[in-house]
């Protein structure tokens, strides 16, 4: 049998299921890798071994008594260990956004979409490192250090959810739990090798994520292929009254086993996002998946995206914008760290000043200078409106294809300190991923081959609201004709001999 923590969700759930194996046995095998990578990785701020434990006992209760009683009901994710991206609420627990103006912070509530998979009887091992306030493209930002990629860890495992992807391709945990606002869940999958979905906007609960930007903000989940990233999207979905921009849209009758037919699918290649720049590697890995579903009998036809270029100057007016007052809360008064001060003002200054780390700042004045007076029509007004026009080039691209195939990131996983001097090459990173945040509409990135360093490239397709569904059974056709996703890093090396 394979080792344990190789397992993907649905063979660990079925040997649950069947009582071959025990959600501690799994729980502990997870803990175990942990304890001996995470010297060289660093995908966790927190750890919470004690509640994994605590829920594995929980887990393996159920799954106990529902083998004896048929009619107890037996959810698919019931035992299996996951990973929690740091700005995702869970009660009781320290949630710190990778910010250390959150270091104290306790969570007083437990996220929707976490409260979900807890129903359905997850075990959580940790919350993950994350660029702070999951701004950035690479953990860098993190107030907690940065986090390694697995594949090598002079580079970065991509951001802001790089904890989830570093431990998912450790094989901490089959799932990790991200976040989304320009590329937070794509970039650092198609970095580490893995499969990952950003929602459309709406489609999972926004209630306990730590807001960044509340237009642009999803929750998703990152995984080792299409079919757990299935499981984990069908935990998480569906309408909550806690959130008002959550969706009633119904999910439908979702179901990755049922063959899928790739003959006649539509498949729009986006000129504006095949162009100079781009590693020539990535280029080539991305024609020959398109070409392999060409072969299955897709139809592939150019589209045009004519707004692309200015989806990366509207993301960074509207995304720093929303952060500007998304994150005046944090003043000291009721979260987290507070500076002792004699007065209210200079105690603000402090905390803030002290809290919050420098791309942070950054994007605070960036956001205030674009929201103030005066100014609010020719920055943030005219991005709005800009804005629209790059979802109307979507609604007319999805009017003669199903689905859009494109890179993910203009390169695979960089050195660590590349852009850190250059904010601008950072954004750079996310030209590809956030015109579907802007556009509200859904991202499935996956690997699809590897650069000449071994490190993997990924591929995005992106598809209409609601098209999740579409997009997760495209990738699982293409991972049954491919190996990719199946690849897995020299993890022996980095075996710490403490
Ligand atoms: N890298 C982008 C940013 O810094 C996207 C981050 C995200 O999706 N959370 O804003």
Known sequence: MKELTDLTTREASSLLQRGVISSMELTKASLEIIERLEPSIHAFITLTTELALKQARAADLRLKQARQDKSIPLPPLLGIPIVVKDVLCLKGIRCTAGSRILDNFTAPYTASAVQQLLDAGVVILGKTNTDEFAMGSSTENSGFGATKNPWDINRVPGGSSGGSAAAVCARYASLGLGSDTGGSIRQPASFCGLTGLKVTYGRISRYGLIAYGSSLDTVGALARNADDLFLAFKGMAGYDPMDATSSAEPLGDLNLNEQIDIKGLRIGIPKEYFIAGVQAEVNQAVRAAITLLESQGAVVNEVSLPHTAEALP?????????????????DGVRFGLRATQTSMIEMYKQTRGHGFGSEVKRRIMLGTYALS????????GQAQKVRTLIKRDFDAA???VDVIAAPVAPSTAFLFGEHTNDPLAMYLEDVFTLPANLAGIPGLAFPTGFDQNNLPIGMQLMGA????????KTCHAYQQMTEHHLKKPALSTLLSTR
């Open 373 to 380: 007076a005066g100014y609010y029509d020719a920055y943030y």
């Open 314 to 330: 509207v993301y960074y007016l509207i995304a720093p914008a929303e952060a500007s007052a998304n994150l005046a809360r944090f």
């Open 465 to 472: 609201p609601y098209s999740e569904g579409l997009l997760l």
């Open 398 to 400: 999805f009017q003669a």
